[in-house]
């Protein structure tokens, strides 16, 4: 079993919807939630950080974490053409090295 | 702009070879990361270099090295070139060793491997 799970897709959605990104992840130890957005042969940009459980809102972007059920979720509202691209959701411990653990990233297309 | 700039951004190389990856980071990131990428994949977690040791490594095998500089830059070293060595290494640098510190990725270099 992955430490983290994510569906890649390919989803596809008209400009303007509500776009919905999931992950699962294995332990309970993982402490940070981070989701980066990847261009096609670019690196990883971060989009959204969160410590622990909760909502996390930044523009249209919206983060949730659910530890207890072991659910992370990034919704993006009033999509746009420019936010096609692989999302990645990554997790952390609380302490030791940096180690991120990535999920699989769900490529995402928004239709004019 | 993240401030982690890499070198080269493309290369080709033969199995078996050995090949010497370069980044920069920003001023006052002492620790830096290397990730590989193989297509379709998330990165995977190669290892980690604080004040210029390795101080946490994930599942890949010796024949990967590491430097760190105290002018902010680092090496990714692979030696003896397998075909599934072919994938983006990513560079990634933040200010601090621990957990909980926002990391920073470069664009990457494209390693194919024939």
């Known amino acids: 079993q992955k430490e983290v799970e994510q569906d890649p897709g390919p989803l596809s959605v008209p400009e303007g919807a509500i776009v919905s990104l999931n992950c699962t992840y294995s332990n309970s130890a993982f402490q940070y939630f981070m989701w980066y957005r990847q261009y096609s042969r670019k690196g990883p940009e971060l989009l959204m950080y969160?410590?622990?459980?909760g909502n996390k809102e930044d523009g249209r972007f919206t983060a949730q974490v659910d530890k207890s059920s072991k659910y992370i979720s990034l919704f993006i509202r009033d999509s746009q053409p420019s936010d096609s691209a692989t999302y990645l959701c990554a997790v952390s411990l609380l302490q030791g090295a940096q180690k991120l653990v990535f999920g699989q990233g769900t490529r995402l297309t928004i239709n004019p | 702009e993240t401030g982690v700039t890499q070198s080269p951004t493309h290369l080709i190389k033969t199995r078996g070879q050995q090949v010497t990856l370069r980044c920069s980071s920003q001023s006052g990131h002492n620790t830096v990361s290397w990730y590989q990428q193989a297509l379709g994949q998330g990165p995977q977690f190669i290892f980690q270099?604080?004040?210029?040791?390795?101080?946490g490594r994930g599942n890949f095998p010796p024949r990967f090295s590491g430097l760190q500089f105290p002018n902010y830059s680092s090496e990714l070293n692979v030696n003896a070139l397998e075909l599934d060595d072919s994938a983006l290494y990513l560079c990634a640098s933040s200010s601090g060793q621990r957990s909980g510190n926002t990391i920073y990725f470069g664009e990457g270099s494209w390693l194919t491997v024939v």
């Open positions: 969160t410590y622990s459980s």
């Open positions: 270099y604080y004040r210029e040791e390795e101080n």
